[in-house]
């Protein structure tokens, strides 16, 4: 069974870096299209970006070039990096697998919540 | 980007009753190489992430319990779910994964 454990500080400053990483386990990292996705509190789910072990990546351009996404083979891990942070990046932020670069979501993680405050 | 809009907002149904809910794309998510409508479904209950419900607007994935059906085509699409159960209650979402950004609806909430 395939299951994702986001990890990263709760709380990052304003202007800040924000960091994460999405554990895979069940799975190789190899086999899927990662995307993170984020949720502001009582907004819609947004779409953040993908990335594939090949280095193929895509990015939401509402984030501008604000945004790192990057898959890590030796450590069956995704990484999100996300610069120069406001209050408006507040939001719980999920990884999630579909198998090919334009399908569903198969497999989600549980999602970490991100404040960006002083 | 392509805007999903769904309606309701939110649904109240009684238990065993019919859910329908509606989603309106601003474009057509039919790709014309296999006329499939690059659509899905999902489910969120409260502290949970959202599972697949239904991919490629009608198909049920794997586990799904039949009562959920989707249906519809190029810009208009429906999540019916046959008759309500208690643990159907949750918020549901459709996305669009034609063309990037990959845009979500508003979601609407399903209560009893």
């Known amino acids: 069974q395939v299951q994702l454990q986001e990890s990263g500080p709760g709380l990052v400053k304003p202007s800040g870096t924000l960091s994460l990483t999405c554990n895979v386990s069940?799975?190789?990292?190899?086999?899927?299209?990662w995307s993170w996705i984020r949720q502001a509190p009582g907004k819609r789910l947004e779409w953040v970006g993908f990335?594939?072990?090949?280095?193929?990546?895509e990015l939401n351009p509402f984030l501008g070039n604000r945004v790192t996404i990057s898959v890590d083979t030796s450590k069956n891990q995704v990484s999100l990096t996300l610069n120069s942070v406001t209050a408006a990046d507040t939001a719980v932020y999920h990884c999630?697998?579909?198998?090919?670069?334009?399908?569903?979501?198969?497999?989600w993680g549980q999602g970490v919540l991100v404040i960006v405050s002083s | 980007d392509i805007v999903m809009t769904q309606s309701p907002d939110t649904l109240a149904v009684s238990l065993g009753d019919r859910a329908t809910i509606r989603c309106t794309s601003s474009?057509?998510?039919?790709?014309?190489?296999?006329?499939?409508?690059?659509v899905s479904w999902y489910q969120q209950k409260p502290g949970q992430p959202p599972k697949l419900l239904i991919y490629?607007?009608?198909t049920r994935d794997s586990g799904v319990p039949d009562r959920f059906s989707g249906a519809g085509s190029g810009t208009d699409f429906t999540l019916t779910i046959s008759s309500l159960q208690a643990e159907d209650v949750a918020v549901y979402y459709c996305q669009q994964h034609h063309v990037t950004p990959w845009t979500f609806g508003q979601g609407t909430k399903v209560e009893i």
């Open positions: 999630a697998g579909g198998r090919g670069r334009s399908t569903w979501f198969d497999h």
């Open positions: 990335s594939f072990y090949t280095g193929d990546t």
């Open positions: 069940g799975a190789s990292v190899n086999s899927y299209y």
């Open positions: 490629w607007a009608s």
């Open positions: 474009h057509s998510l039919v790709y014309g190489a296999n006329n499939k409508n690059y």
